[in-house]
């Protein structure tokens, strides 16, 4: 790719989350932007969390429903003042179905410069199998 | 009259005046509700900054998920920070068929005037967990000083 060809990068304000229930505690709630592509082998998601923890990450699939839920801390006391302020902050969340059988014990997360990386393996029942068709 | 000078209003002569009088206090109004709450500049450049301010700095920060750190230039002058890069989104396998892409890759580039001087040489930024903080300490002209009171 020549230098003319890349774009510029636009600014987005982030989405924010359509929550099914209110958190007991206030706060924005942010659906992350994601990449989803499958391969033969797995599904892979990535997703833009910036300022999240990993530990402060909670990754959850059940009954194929895959959870993101990433919390943001604040420092808590502060005596900075906004001089202005163009993104909010808060917490991350995001739900997806998933149609395809994963085999849950070979998930594997990462969490990098903000954007996490979830590498779901197909369980082998659906792996997709080459079958050949025979002339007669 | 008394009243106007003492609230600090501006002084309406003709009934010209009433429909600018009017715009002034709808514009007070506004800023009434928005202050220090959330003041959007829309400049509408990557990357969106919030800015605060200390007794002793500036700081900027802005969210740049993905980015890494020799992918970001940041150069300061005393009243403004210029913040530019790229975004790189590294290719992924050949055979990868995608469900969504939204996540977005390309260049930025933007400045941000600063409301007060700045001392250049002990700028610092750094770049955690996707995000972008610089700490840009105040000149010694913008900082706050105490006057005594004889």
Known sequence: MTEAEIRALQAKEKAQAPVPAEGTRPGLVFSPAVDIFETEKELTLLADMPGVKADDLTIDLRDNVLTLDGEVKLPEVSDEEIVFQEYRTGKYSRQFNLTEMIDQSKIDAELKDGVLRLTLPKAEAAKPRKIKVKAS | ?150
């Open chain 2, 1 to 150: 009259m008394l009243v106007r000078r003492i609230s600090n209003w501006p002084n309406f002569r003709s009934s010209y005046d009433e429909l600018d009088r009017m715009r002034w206090e709808m514009d007070k109004l506004f800023e009434g509700l928005t202050r220090g709450f959330y003041k959007e500049s829309g400049a509408g450049v990557f990357p969106l900054v919030n800015m605060t301010e200390s007794k002793d700095s500036f700081i900027v920060q802005a969210e740049t998920p993905g980015i890494k750190s020799d992918d970001i230039d940041i150069s300061v002058t005393h009243d403004s920070i210029s913040i530019s890069g790229e975004r790189k989104i590294p290719a992924e396998k050949e055979e990868a068929k995608y469900h969504r892409r939204e996540r977005e890759a390309g260049k930025f580039s933007r400045i941000v005037s600063l409301p007060g001087q700045v001392d250049t040489d002990k700028a610092e930024a750094t770049c955690v967990d996707g995000i972008l903080t610089v700490i840009l300490p105040k000149a010694e002209v913008s900082k706050p000083k105490q006057i005594t009171v004889k």
